[in-house]
């Protein structure tokens, strides 16, 4: 039986960006599932946004200018001083994955990694190859003998990224002929819902897509207009250094950033209780520290004191590692307050990352508050 949470969340569309390809460099085609989407009216009748543009970079920066409670847009005043506050969220695009380096002689595919990968969650794996004239479908394993004439001590060993290879079923001839260095690839795998949780590669970082989006239709839908100028950024290149928040955030030059992203939810077996990071099920994540910046304590305190007030479920979040697009906001330019908000996810850079889905709505629900509430 599915939950309320989850009759309330427009799972098809989750579904739909988890399941298109995009690596580093390569968003392109998550883009214009984001453009189609919010190309859509809002449920006021007008569009979503006022302004939709790509950087040079390949973001997508999408404008909402303040609103009346009848939907209506209001003037954006440019003078210095008295211009409404400027909201951005950072919403990256991109999913771990590889890109085509070389083909031997043989057919078989050697990749580098764009990304972060465990080598132990690598094995084989069926995965997409994407090239300029459609999808290849392929399986990936590491080079070594297999198991039924394997040794011991080949058993024990963990394999480097550099030893995998993707072998795509094709002659050398028709490899060469369909696949160049340059094609990337991606974990294929289909996005499905178990119980209350959600199971998806590249849920790091659509979730914030999904987000960036939804958040935005829950706002109009509410009607009660917004006094802040919004800016959705769904950007490029962030597993790879948050290359696309930095050009975005200088360009929009925000007063508050909202780094919206994944976080680590360790709430399994074989992991101490004070590692957890958050738990499923506790809420949207409120992120206060990664190796990449410190949140803004008023955006901290506004935040859970709103979340208290619309009882919103949250837990407060530290990432001992890692970072996020949020960290660009902060830093673009003459600085903005930032703040991460975050949904709680376990087997990060897996193909079975799974979040709650009602902790998806929680995040969704104070993004929407704060976004009304905001002067």
Not at 187 to 213: T, Y
Not at 336 to 343: C, D, F, K, L, Q
């Amino acid at each position: 039986m599915a939950s309320k949470a989850s009759q309330e969340v427009n799972l098809d569309l989750l579904k739909r960006l988890c399941e298109v390809p995009g690596v580093p460099g390569r968003e392109e085609r998550v883009r214009a599932l984001i453009e189609k989407e919010i190309a859509k009216p809002g449920h006021s009748g007008n569009a979503l946004f006022d302004e939709i543009h790509t950087d040079p970079m390949g973001s997508l920066i999408c404008r909402r200018d303040p609103r009346s409670a009848k939907g209506k847009t209001k003037e954006r005043k440019g003078a210095k001083g008295n211009r409404p506050s400027r909201v951005m969220l950072l919403c990256h695009m991109d999913e771990i994955g590889f890109y085509v380096t070389s083909i031997d002689k043989n057919g078989f595919l050697w990749m580098n990694p764009a990304g972060g990968f465990d080598t132990r969650n690598l094995f084989s794996r069926r995965v997409t190859v994407v090239t300029d004239d459609g999808d290849l479908p392929g399986v990936m394993n590491p080079g070594g003998r297999p198991i039924h004439i394997s040794s011991p001590k080949d058993r024990e060993k963990v394999p480097e990224v550099k030893e995998f290879f993707v072998d795509v079923g094709l002659t050398p001839e028709e490899v060469k002929k369909q696949i160049k260095v340059g094609d990337y690839v991606v974990m294929n795998e289909p996005a499905i819902q178990v119980g209350h949780k959600f199971v998806s590669k590249a849920l790091d970082n659509r979730i914030a897509c999904w987000l960036g989006i939804e958040s935005i239709r829950a706002l109009d839908k509410a009607g009660t207009g917004h006094a802040c100028e919004i800016h959705v950024a769904f950007t490029v290149q962030e597993e790879v250094g948050l290359r696309g928040a930095k050009t975005a955030s200088h360009a929009v030059q925000p007063d508050i950033g909202l780094g919206i992203d994944v976080t680590l939810a360790c709430d399994t077996p074989g992991v101490p209780e004070e590692e957890w990071v958050t738990r499923h099920g506790g809420g949207y994540g409120l992120h206060i520290k990664d190796s990449s910046f410190i949140a803004d304590y008023r955006l901290v305190s506004d935040f859970e004191a709103l979340s208290k007030k619309r009882k919103i479920p949250y837990q407060r979040t530290i990432l001992a590692a890692g970072g996020q697009d949020g960290a660009a906001a902060q830093q673009a330019a003459a600085g903005a307050r930032a703040i991460g908000i975050t949904v709680g996810t376990r087997y990060i850079h897996t193909v079975t990352e799974m979040i709650d889905i009602r902790d998806l709505k929680a995040a969704n629900d104070v993004l929407a508050a704060y976004l009304g509430d905001v002067g």
